[in-house]
């Protein structure tokens, strides 16, 4: 370990503060972390109010955390920007590369603004030999000089040796409004590493960005592209993806080799990968593990909502592809009803019945999943035009026990919830018919779907078949309500409750026409 001096002045007086730093073996002087700056920082701050009202300067939370300037550090950095002069005269400045380009107004000798700067040095391989000085000039009255060699710099940085080819000889560099002074000095640092792909294998995604940023601004090539072979490499997690991608782009055009980076999160394939879609379908609708499919469904079910990838001509493929596995599930569904509605069937061997009951609720899970999808999209509409024309499924319904059938009647209920929610605008025709098929099975599994689904919700299924036979006209309304009125009246809260559509159709049949008939429509409204 070595110490390097944080010196502050004050009204004509120099405080001594020694900060521990590291000594790589190239000789790399390592720029104190955020904590201890902060500390020492903090330190002076405290022993400056003991000794008297003196005005106190902003604490520095860190050295990359960039805040805003006061007035007088603007007047500061006004003051300080000036050309690069020779080695008998004062320190030429140079604006930050990354923000404008330097401005050559000679910087005139300011005493009192030179006394209120936090000051660090910093020395890099051996400081004997040193023939340059840089000095950064960051916020919060913070300045680093930097103790470096021309031919390094000249070397590795692009942005340097242009300046000293420029300006020589030149004995100082003045960096103004640099933003990330700790970087700024780290990547000067890297400039004297051999190896600086080792010297980041420590470093986390967002601090190599900030280094990579720093590296572009100086044209130090051998830094950008040990950052990018880094990012290359480590996993990008959360909000780091973006940040990758957002700062890797800017570096496209200087033939740097940022493709297989960008390739992690775009392929070439111009086209929309709807074969991926549909064999991941396949997958999922064919798996044997119930676990697992579970959670599938549940994961594919939530990225399809969350984003919106069916887009232009994808769009009619990937509902093809819907549709083609609902018809699949369908099929399947009526064979198996069939099986199990044969008077032989309850002849079989217990694992043979077991068989194909699983295969029932699969089936029957698998397209209800697939309902969900086309509910979510929109695009349910020839699906309920589909499960009404299902008959003959219907008419072998009763003849399964319910423990085989119940989820066909789940598939039901999301159709009546769509609709009445306006997910689905199916004709009226098939509005009728749906209601007409499969109403009454609905009915009789109503007592398992609320005991024996957790994910049954009565009252949005009730509100949904009540708003969706209230769209179809006052006969058919009166045909279906009675009907249900029947069969509420039998077996009470085993059967859908359906008395708020009954008001609505009541209102309407005994209620308006007298209103209508006074010609006061608000009162009906009132009601």
């Given at each position: 370990m070595s110490d390097f001096r944080v010196r502050r002045l004050q009204q004509g007086h120099t405080k001594i503060r020694n900060v521990p730093i590291a000594v790589t073996p190239e000789g790399f002087w390592c720029c104190p972390s955020p904590a201890v700056l902060q500390k020492t920082l903090k330190n002076q701050n405290n022993q400056s109010k003991h000794r008297g009202p003196s005005s106190p300067l902003s604490k520095a939370s860190s050295v990359q955390k960039a805040s805003t300037l006061t007035a007088e550090k603007r007047t500061i950095s006004t003051s300080l920007r000036s050309k690069v002069i020779s080695d008998d005269q004062r320190c030429p400045t140079v604006d930050n590369p990354a923000l404008s380009p330097p401005n050559t107004a000679e910087r005139p000798p300011n005493p009192t603004v030179d006394s209120q700067q936090r000051k660090i040095s910093v020395g890099f391989g051996q400081p004997k030999t040193s023939d340059l000085k840089v000095i950064l000039y960051g916020k919060e009255g913070l300045a680093v000089r930097m103790s470096v060699h021309r031919n390094i710099l000249s070397e590795n940085s692009s942005f340097f040796a242009d300046k000293l080819a420029r300006h020589s000889p030149a004995s100082c560099i003045e960096i103004l409004d640099c933003e990330d002074v700790e970087i700024y000095v780290e990547t000067v640092g890297l400039m004297y590493c051999k190896e600086v792909k080792q010297r980041l294998i420590k470093q986390n995604v967002s601090r190599v960005l900030r280094i990579l940023k720093?590296?572009?601004?100086?044209?130090?090539?051998?830094?950008?592209?040990?950052?990018?072979?880094?990012?290359?490499a480590v996993p990008w997690v959360g909000e780091e993806e973006e940040n990758v991608v957002s700062s890797i782009r800017r570096?496209?055009?200087?033939?740097?080799?940022?493709?297989?980076?960008?390739?992690?999160?775009?392929?070439?394939?111009?086209?929309?990968?709807?074969?991926?879609?549909?064999?991941?379908?396949?997958?999922?609708?064919?798996?044997?593990?119930?676990?697992?499919?579970?959670?599938?469904?549940?994961?594919?079910?939530?990225?399809?909502?969350?984003?919106?990838?069916?887009?232009?001509?994808?769009?009619?493929?990937?509902?093809?592809?819907?549709?083609?596995?609902?018809?699949?599930?369908?099929?399947?569904?009526?064979?198996?009803?069939?099986?199990?509605?044969?008077?032989?069937?309850?002849?079989?061997?217990?694992?043979?019945?077991?068989?194909?009951?699983?295969?029932?609720?699969?089936?029957?899970?698998?397209?209800?999943?697939?309902?969900?999808?086309?509910?979510?999209?929109?695009?349910?509409?020839?699906?309920?035009?589909?499960?009404?024309?299902?008959?003959?499924?219907?008419?072998?319904?009763?003849?399964?026990?319910?423990?085989?059938?119940?989820?066909?009647?789940?598939?039901?209920?999301?159709?009546?919830?769509?609709?009445?929610?306006?997910?689905?605008?199916?004709?009226?025709?098939?509005?009728?018919?749906?209601?007409?098929?499969?109403?009454?099975?609905?009915?009789?599994?109503?007592?398992?779907?609320?005991?024996?689904?957790?994910?049954?919700?009565?009252?949005?299924?009730?509100?949904?078949?009540g708003r969706t036979i209230l769209t179809l006209p006052l006969e058919d309304q009166q045909t279906i309500l009675l009907s249900w009125l029947g069969s509420f009246l039998k077996v009470g809260d085993n059967c859908p409750n359906l008395h708020r559509a009954f008001e609505v159709w009541w209102r309407r049949t005994f209620i308006r026409p007298y209103v209508e008939q006074q010609g006061n429509p608000s009162t009906l409204q009132s009601r």
């Open positions: 720093i590296a572009e601004s100086l044209g130090f090539h051998a830094c950008i592209k040990s950052c990018l072979d880094y990012l290359e570096l496209q055009n200087n033939n740097y080799g940022v493709s297989p980076l960008l390739k992690r999160v775009s392929s070439d394939i111009t086209n929309p990968p709807n074969d991926t879609l549909a064999h991941i379908m396949k997958l999922v609708l064919e798996s044997s593990d119930d676990r697992g499919r579970r959670e599938m469904k549940s994961l594919v079910l939530k990225l399809l909502k969350e984003n919106d990838i069916w887009t232009s001509g994808s769009a009619e493929i990937c509902t093809q592809t819907l549709y083609t596995s609902c018809q699949s599930c369908l099929d399947s569904l009526l064979t198996l009803f069939t099986q199990a509605s044969e008077p032989n069937f309850a002849d079989r061997s217990l694992e043979s019945k077991d068989l194909v009951v699983r295969q029932i609720s699969l089936e029957a899970d698998n397209l209800l999943w697939l309902v969900e999808i086309l509910a979510d999209r929109h695009i349910a509409d020839d699906f309920a035009v589909m499960w009404a024309g299902q008959d003959e499924l219907a008419s072998l319904h009763s003849k399964l026990s319910i423990v085989s059938r119940h989820l066909i009647s789940c598939i039901t209920a999301r159709l009546f919830v769509g609709i009445g929610r306006g997910e689905m605008l199916p004709s009226k025709d098939t509005r009728q018919l749906l209601l007409q098929v499969w109403l009454h099975p609905l009915i009789d599994d109503y007592s398992w779907l609320q005991h024996g689904c957790r994910s049954f919700d009565r009252k949005v299924v009730e509100e949904g078949i």
